[in-house]
């Protein structure tokens, strides 16, 4: 029995200031953000979705409410499909800018194959595990789609794929709006694919 377990980065969010927002509430998706939404909606019109479950965070509820409402479910919760933490939330960090150019902070980079600046890629790896199972059982012979963020997206596929959970955040292969979707024989892992329905964006500029 085939199930699919689409995992959706949210579309583009509202942030003028540039920060690291995290898990802060109040950020939602932009105008573009919402056409993006609609967009992957539209795209997966024909699909036999029959499970919808997001991130509690407003963007990840945002994107997934057309998708749902196409195929007329609710849209459920799953905590573990949640933002990683973040000790730099709520401050800007590109390079040269910010949080990173203040030596009070600079302990927090001691080790990045954890990471130690916040939540272990490997307990990321395992939250959203559970999620994707949980979603799958709920969806078993059919499609659900889980609306998640970058991090735990790219996280989990790098685990899935027996891979370093440590990478470079430039390469990340999951562009606003994309999808990457787990096929299931049962209960095993027999392939994934990735698709980028709302078109593909800079890993190197922000928006999870």
Known sequence: ????????????????DGILYGRLPGFRLSERGRRQALTVAEAVAGHDITHVVAS????????????????????????????????FEGQRVAVGDGALRQPRHW?????????????????????MLGAVHRARAAAE?????????????WTLRRFLEAKPLWHDPRRRQCSLASLTSLVFNGEELVDIVYSEPAGATDPKVTGA
């Not at 012979?141 to 997206?153: D, K, N, R, T, Y």
Request: proline fraction near 11%; aromatic fraction near 4%; glycine fraction near 4%.
């Open 141 to 153: 012979g059919h499609e659900a789609l889980c609306v998640s963020h970058q991090l735990p997206i």
């Open 1 to 16: 029995m085939t199930t699919i377990v689409h995992l959706l980065r949210h579309g583009e969010v509202h942030n003028p």
């Open 56 to 87: 509690p965070l407003e963007r990840a509820q945002e994107t997934a409410a057309p998708i749902a409402g196409a195929h007329r479910l609710d849209v459920h919760t799953d905590p573990r499909l949640i933002e990683a933490a973040n000790d």
């Open 107 to 127: 302990p927090k980079l001691r080790n990045p194959f954890v990471p130690s600046w916040g939540e272990p890629y490997l307990e990321i790896a395992h939250r």
